[in-house]
């Protein structure tokens, strides 16, 4: 049996991901599951979606701890605590990390020591769709790695796509991504060993009272730690040569991010700047561009 | 008390109460409302705030605000409003806290709580003359639970409820509740809708709250990116819009007389709203359904000739 857990940011699609790889798998002649992990979550929150495949029934139930393969959608989950997209992942184990870097830097920068697959598909994404939305390219790249048939890989999409899309043009345009995913990646054998990594310990939390498992939280205004600025697909920047610090920009921001330099202009705080754009939109003059964030080498401009 | 107001938004208060590095969706309306509202409130204040898409502003062990967060079931904010304000009445009293450090109450909640699961709790804290603020975000839907159909869903939309199908290819049949309404036929002190597009109106409205004592309520309609279906860009020109257009009248109510606080020069056709939505497309495509987009023109019409501001 095949196990692939899928990381995703919430609005991404790695729920639907897991699905048409499922029904994928399905048409394929295998069994298959697939389910999502839903918490508290919002658009950009750490979302887990899982699939599991066999030739065989598969009696086995719940989160799938020990992955065979891993699809990282977005790669600043690698470093994020709430996600961890790696743990429990099988010796001999494939990951696949959505980076426009190469895998022997992706293993580098994130110290990965298994079999690692990359490819931008946020860019094959804005480039074939449009936009970023990435569920059906990352079942793409999924189907491929699991050694799912292509014509299987088109049904699942018609079916599964067909029901959330109603624009004809706009599911040819996914179904496209997707095939271009699947057939850029060079197929993989994935032989995993039954034993996961040492040191991979399975936390399981024993039952708390009332008092004890609903906590008051002490302290205020720790939330910038949590550093949304890697839920940015574009960065905005500013052009000081245009902007007349009409201090609009810093009044529309919902995040309330913006703040001005020694010479009162604007600037973003990157750490937590989602990277909505209202600030592009709303300034008066177009002071601000859109630039596509890079997050693995935009380190020095996240300060 | 200071109840001056103010005249742009250079002059809004530099301090933010609430820090970025929330869950909230990127571009959220509802987020960039309560941002000035806090800029408004201060920080001596306590939100009591029901479930909904801003409890997750709140997750172990974080906190965006810098002042005491309390939360309660949908149904019941302004009674869990209720017990926070009498206890520290009770404390003031006592002696056992100072008059100084008093905290305003402010009731946060969306819409599903606000017009319906919570309606009851909040009639009866109106009743009772609580003092306390009130926050509707009211991006028409249970947004946290996926967008489900609510009392304030409005006529024509889509939601995880309504899907247009062919038996009813309009989507929600239902007109919203009037909520400005409803809380004002119990003659509360104040009332107010504002929008995250007018930050002058909105805070100047909580400026003019400030000097009544008793229930203070505000709605504000707030567009929600993923919900709607829009890009996070368009958040704030879809508020200007839904003003714009005459659908979200920015009015207020002081001992029940209302006054509308913005009145567009020119309205603009409520099209120009609908039509940048998901949630509305089916009314655009595959065809036009020009019965249901001429109703949701007229009522619109409607409200603005019966309080006879229609130019
Ligand atoms: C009594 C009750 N029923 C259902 C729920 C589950 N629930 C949590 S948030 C939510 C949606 C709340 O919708 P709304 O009040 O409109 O706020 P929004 O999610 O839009 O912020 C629901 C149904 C609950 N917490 N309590
Ligand atoms: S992109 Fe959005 S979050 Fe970032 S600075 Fe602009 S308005 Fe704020
Ligand atoms: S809105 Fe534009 S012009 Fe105004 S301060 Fe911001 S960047 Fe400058
Ligand atoms: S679902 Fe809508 S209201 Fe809720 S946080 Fe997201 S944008 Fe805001």
Redesign the interface.
């Given at each position: 049996m095949l196990r692939l857990r899928f990381h995703g940011r919430?609005?991404q699609g790695a729920k639907v991901a897991s699905r048409v790889l499922g029904t994928a798998a399905f048409l394929d002649g295998y069994n298959a599951q697939d389910f999502p992990l839903y918490g508290?979550?919002?658009?950009?929150?750490p979302i887990t979606a899982f699939t599991r495949i066999s030739r065989d029934d598969i009696m086995e139930r719940g989160l799938v701890s020990d992955p065979d393969i891993v699809i990282v959608m977005d790669e600043t989950l690698l470093s994020d605590p709430q996600a961890m997209p790696l743990s429990g992942l099988k010796k001999g184990g494939i990951v696949f990390v959505n980076t426009p870097l190469s895998p022997l830097e992706t293993k580098e920068e994130y110290g990965i020591e298994d079999h690692v697959i990359t490819l931008d598909i946020t860019k094959v994404s804005l480039d074939m769709i449009g936009k970023s939305v990435l569920s059906s390219l990352a079942a793409g790249v999924a189907s491929r790695i699991a050694g799912i048939g292509e014509e299987a890989l088109k049904g699942a999409l018609e079916k599964e796509l067909s029901g959330i899309i109603s624009d004809r043009d706009l599911l040819g345009k996914n179904t496209e991504a997707a095939l271009y995913c699947y057939n850029t990646l060079v197929p993989v054998q994935v032989k995993t060993a039954e034993t996961i990594r040492e040191k991979e310990n399975v936390i399981t939390l024993p039952f708390e009272t009332a008092r004890v498992s609903s906590?008051a939280?002490n302290?205020?205004?720790?939330?910038?730690?949590?550093?949304?600025g890697n839920?940015r697909v574009f960065r905005p920047v500013w052009n000081y040569d245009i902007c007349t610090r009409c201090?609009?920009c810093v009044?529309?921001?919902?995040?309330?991010?913006i703040r001005l330099n020694e010479d009162g202009y604007p600037y973003a705080?990157y750490d937590?700047?989602?990277?909505?754009?209202?600030c592009?939109?709303?300034c008066p003059v177009k002071a601000i561009t859109k630039v596509r964030e890079i997050h693995s080498r935009s380190e020095e401009g996240d300060q | 008390m200071d109840t001056s107001t103010i005249r742009s938004?250079?002059e809004?208060p530099p301090e933010?109460n609430?820090?970025?590095?929330?869950?909230?969706?990127?571009?959220?309306?509802g987020?960039?409302t309560l941002?000035y509202c806090l800029k408004a409130l201060g920080d001596k204040i306590v939100i009591v705030n029901a479930a909904g898409?801003f409890?997750?502003?709140?997750?172990?062990?974080?906190?965006?605000?810098?002042?005491s967060?309390l939360y309660t079931a949908m149904a019941c904010a302004p009674a869990g409003a209720q017990g926070v304000r009498d206890a520290l009445d009770i404390l003031i009293k006592k002696g056992k806290l100072d008059p100084e450090e008093n905290l305003k109450v402010v009731v946060l909640s969306g819409d599903g709580s606000a017009y319906d699961m919570a309606l009851s709790s909040t009639s009866g804290a109106i009743y009772r003359n609580l003092d306390f603020y009130y926050i509707c975000y009211d991006n028409e839907a249970y947004g946290?639970t996926g967008f489900q159909h609510s009392g304030a869903s409005p006529f024509g939309s889509r939601t995880g409820t309504t899907p247009p199908g062919k038996e009813v290819p309009v989507g929600s049949q239902l007109q919203k509740k009037n909520l400005f309404d409803i809380w004002n036929s119990h003659k509360p002190p104040y009332i107010a809708t504002v929008s995250?597009a007018y930050?002058v109106d909105l805070m100047n409205k909580f400026k003019k709250a400030e000097q009544f004592k008793g229930p203070k309520l505000f709605i504000s309609h707030i567009p929600c990116?993923?919900g709607w279906g829009f890009d996070?860009?368009?958040?704030?020109?879809l508020a200007k819009l839904s003003v714009e257009t005459g659908l979200w009248p920015l009015k207020e109510s002081v001992h029940g007389e209302v006054e509308h606080t913005y009145v567009p020069k020119k309205f603009k056709p409520v099209e120009e709203y609908l039509k940048e939505q998901e949630r509305f497309s089916h009314l655009f495509k595959p065809v036009r359904q020009e019965d249901a987009l001429k109703s949701i023109q007229e009522m619109v019409d409607e409200y603005w000739k019966k309080h006879e501001l229609l130019p």
């Open positions: 919430g609005g508290a979550e919002r658009r950009g929150a906590p939280i302290a205020t205004g720790n939330t910038p730690l949590r550093r949304t839920w201090m609009t009044s529309r921001c919902p995040e309330g991010c705080d937590n700047c989602k990277g909505c754009l209202v592009a939109e709303e | 938004i250079k809004l933010e609430m820090l970025p590095g929330t869950a909230a969706c990127a571009g959220c309306g987020l960039l941002r898409c409890t997750l502003l709140t997750i172990y062990p974080f906190s965006p605000f810098r002042n967060w946290n995250p930050p990116p993923p996070p860009s368009r958040s704030v020109r």
